[in-house]
């Protein structure tokens, strides 16, 4: 009974019940709508359901329609933990997968809109419910399904819809249980109707008695990204709630006997689903009371999926060496697997994975006290995972979703109870950054924060250190969020430290974000100047050229600032100009330049007053040190001329610069040394974050057929003069002989196709003799570095024999010095055919 402060039964030490009575106040949390459903649909399914190789399907189904139907159908799976298994005693119906039937009557779509619309009143969602076709079920006589839970099987499911299809049947009802309570959805006595349950209800189709039960399946799936709004008619418990809270963060941290609390929800979810969004019914409205009053009290809430581990010793009966001895008669199941214990030593309850309420996965493995559970005993009467029942079609399974909310004043050793290990300790890193930034008035947060980017900052170099424990790192997001709220505290040291140790890990979003925290207050000039260290430092942790440009354009795009008159802008310009000229100095020293380099050396030539007398005395002097690789060679041409195009350099200058580089570049190259992008170099290009500094030499020199076919173009139009494009075609033919021949597959003979289908669209004649010169020479030394001499036209059977005289080999010898016989079979066991091989 409640007492006067509104408090329930004390417990045995005097103190209130802090648990059971925020249990009870929770769980008055109450939501309408059901966890299962069924109508009937007064208006029969529109007509327009094909089958291919039957066409369409009338209503209602017949006998003769079912067994044509059925031909065309498999045995329905369903799921045994993470197996997918076929046992008619389990489930017996047939199945049709969605790819072979369609709906092409356009009333479908509105039809289904229209039970998605009842549905989600049924349930009591109130949001756009949309239903995603899945199989065609057909139940005959006798067909069944044991007892079974959903898989969810795409982003946002949160429960099956089923349409129940005009067709004449007894027997087949839906027996459905959840919480403690039951249902009974019966569909044989009505035309059509839909029923329609979460995800995690369990359910069990009953044998069908007569006819045939036709239905379709949908998954229901929500926009879980979008909070559904707050479930009203509360208030009581919100006030019930906030003053049994108050009284627990009430208590100084070393003396509160629960360090966290934690509430076991209704239903069960995967972490595909693990957000507020994707909440169902009672969840989401207790979820968000908590939630709502975490600002105010100053504590967190998370949602984490539960587990517990027990070890101990086994019956003293147990074969330890059973696993090495099987019957025939032998239960399958009693191989391995799960034992029950004769004496349990100790029991751990953790969360194997913490979610934020934004379903942003926070932290692994994290340690838990079971008195912090709200429901005691709560595992008591769980199955364990060996005992959990059926799924739907796939194997999969659930655990328990618990919301866990944390005080800000423990927040840390919470979270401490998590590993460190590299993947840990990122997730945890861009945790606490999102909530210095969403808590600034906490202090204690960016201690925190700081704390554990000190952790990954100073930890030790060790020479010898174990490949299976890696260094920590922070990747960009982390690093974005840490250096957003190291400006917005303006701890410009801790900026410099995240500057310097970023490894090329900084992503582009966080230079913009720099130059919108510069821009932000009044004083511009004053704040660039006080992050200007720490973003040089930034930028020297790039190794490359293009990483190092790539960063300042981000952090001062070219058209506002150049256009800007202001002085304050001036600054920043005058600074992007002089970093410019550095990054072009620094990267002489560069081992490899590759098409990132070309396109952007052309790029930066924007950021100055005078952009072509800049690149002209300032850029070019510096290519001809770089005449040995022709990506970064032609990617510049390529840039220049599409600045030539739009515009943005004037198109006359483009065409002298672009024949001089051309010519120098001609001049230099080595066709022999070019390499064309094969697939493994484009994979490797691909997974290649974009500002990271390690490029390896073969991706970023690697030359590709359209950038080779572009460069063509150019010098082959007839604007330009034909000394260049015969400097090509005369380089080509005398490289040609000593051409690799796996190049020829990913590069040459990729462009004669290229350039066969440019002169039949200019309508050049293939006797032209340049042309004819570059084909001449290239398919002569593909058929001789590539395809190679014919071989012997060698039609004795005789082979050299092995070099062995043990039995075995020495049948394989006359067989191989016989040029009559083909075909020789010799039964080996495993060591003999070992042996042989």
């Known amino acids: 009974m409640a007492n006067a402060h509104g408090l329930g039964d004390m417990s045995a030490g005097g103190e209130p019940d802090l648990r059971g009575d925020l249990l009870n106040e929770l769980d008055n949390i109450q939501t309408p709508g059901s966890f299962a459903t069924i109508a009937t649909l007064p208006d029969a399914p529109p007509a327009g359901l094909f089958v291919d190789g039957l066409g369409e399907v009338s209503m209602p189904l017949g006998e003769a329609q079912a067994a044509r139907l059925i031909d065309k159908c498999r045995h329905a799976p369903f799921g045994r933990k993470e197996e997918t298994l076929v046992d008619l005693s389990v489930r017996k119906c047939w199945e049709m997968d969605r790819s072979q039937f369609s709906f092409r009557d356009p009333a479908w779509p509105s039809y289904l809109k229209m039970i998605c619309a009842n549905v989600a009143l049924d349930l009591g969602i109130d949001a756009v419910v949309h239903a995603e076709i899945y199989k065609m079920l057909i139940y005959g006589e006798g067909a069944m399904f044991k007892a079974h839970t959903d898989t969810e099987k795409c982003s946002g499911m949160f429960g099956t819809l089923v349409v129940c299809l005009p067709s004449a049947h007894g027997g087949g009802d839906v027996v459905v249980k959840h919480c403690g309570q039951a249902k009974l959805l019966s569909s044989s006595a009505t035309a059509q109707s839909y029923l329609a349950w979460y995800s995690d209800v369990s359910h069990e189709v009953l044998p069908v008695t007569s006819g045939y039960r036709w239905v379709l399946t949908f998954n229901l799936t929500l926009d879980t990204s979008i909070e559904r709004p707050l479930v009203g008619g509360h208030q009581s418990q919100m006030r019930a709630v906030r003053q049994i809270l108050t009284g627990w963060l009430g208590v100084a941290p ?170 840990d300790i990122q997730p945890l890193i861009r945790y606490y950054a999102r909530l210095c930034l969403q808590r600034p008035s906490v ?72 130059m919108q925290w510069v821009q932000r207050g009044e004083d511009v000039e004053g704040r660039f100047r006080a992050i200007k260290k720490g973003l040089c430092l930034a930028l020297s942790s790039f190794n490359h050229f293009s990483a190092r440009y790539r960063a300042i354009r981000s952090f001062m795009t070219v058209p506002k600032s150049i256009a800007s008159p202001d002085p304050e802008s001036s600054c920043i310009r005058g600074w992007a100009r002089a970093t410019i000229r550095e990054c072009l100095d620094a990267c002489l020293s560069s081992t490899v330049l590759g098409p990132l380099a070309g396109s952007d050396m052309v790029d930066c030539v924007q950021y100055f007053e005078n952009p072509t007398e800049f690149f002209s005395l300032y850029v070019m002097p510096k290519l001809d040190r770089r005449l040995d690789q022709p990506a970064f060679y032609l990617a510049l041409m390529a840039q220049l001329r599409r600045h030539g195009v739009d515009g943005s350099l004037p198109i006359g200058w ?101 350039l066969a289908g440019s002169m039949a669209s200019k309508e050049i004649p293939f006797d032209t003799p340049r042309y004819q010169r570059l084909f001449v020479a290239l398919l002569s030394a593909y058929l001789l570095n590539y395809v190679g001499r014919e071989p012997p036209n060698d039609t004795s059977l005789v082979r050299q024999g092995v070099d062995c005289d043990c039995g075995i080999c020495s049948e394989l010898n006359d067989f191989l010095a016989d040029g009559t016989r083909r075909v020789a079979r010799y039964p080996l066991n495993k060591e003999n055919r070992s042996h042989v091989h």
Not at 256 to 271: A, F, G, I, P
Not at 286 to 295: E, I, N
Not at 666 to 675: A, P
Request: hydrophobic share 35%; with cysteine.
């Open 443 to 514: 202090p204690a947060f960016p201690q925190l924060l700081w704390r554990l980017c000190r952790t990954v900052w100073e930890q030790r170099l060790e020479p010898d250190r174990p490949s299976w424990r890696p260094l920590l790192t922070i990747d960009g997001e982390g690093l974005h969020g840490v250096v957003k709220v190291a400006l917005a505290r303006e701890e410009y040291t801790v900026f410099e430290q995240a500057a310097s140790n970023h490894k090329g890990a900084m992503l582009h979003s966080t230079f913009a974000a720099m």
């Open 254 to 423: 070393e003396s509160r006997q629960n360090k966290c609390l934690l509430h076991v929800l209704d239903h069960d979810y995967t972490e595909a689903n693990m957000s507020i969004g994707a909440l169902k019914a009672r969840d989401l409205a207790q979820v968000q009371a908590l939630r709502d009053l975490s600002t105010e009290l100053g504590y967190e809430v998370f949602l984490g999926l539960l587990t517990k581990e027990e070890l101990g010793t086994l019956d003293a009966d147990y074969d330890h060496y059973h696993y090495d001895h099987y019957d025939d008669d032998d239960d399958e199941s009693e191989e391995g697997g799960f034992h029950d214990l004769a004496d349990v030593c100790s029991t751990n309850h953790s969360f194997k994975t913490l979610f934020g309420l934004d379903g942003r996965m926070i932290a692994q493995e994290v340690d838990l006290a079971e008195d912090d559970l709200l429901t005691d005993g709560y595992f008591d009467d769980r199955e364990c995972e060996e005992d959990r029942g059926y799924t739907g079609n796939e194997g999969g399974g659930c655990d328990p979703l618990v919301s866990c909310g944390v005080p800000h004043d423990g927040l840390h050793a919470f979270l401490s109870k998590s590993s460190y290990d590299t993947s």
């Open 654 to 754: 483009v065409k002298f610069a672009h024949r001089l580089i051309a010519e120098c570049f001609l001049r230099s190259v080595s066709f022999t040394r070019v390499r064309g992008v094969s697939s493994s170099t484009q994979e490797a290009s691909a997974k290649r974050p974009r500002l990271t500094s390690g490029v390896h030499s073969s991706v970023a020199t690697a030359v590709s057929t359209q950038a080779l076919a572009d460069f063509f173009s150019a010098i082959d139009d007839p604007s330009e003069p034909d000394y260049v494009v015969t400097l090509f075609v005369r380089n080509v033919v005398e490289a040609a002989p000593g051409l690799a021949a796996d190049e020829f597959e990913v590069l040459w003979i990729p462009y004669l196709r290229w």
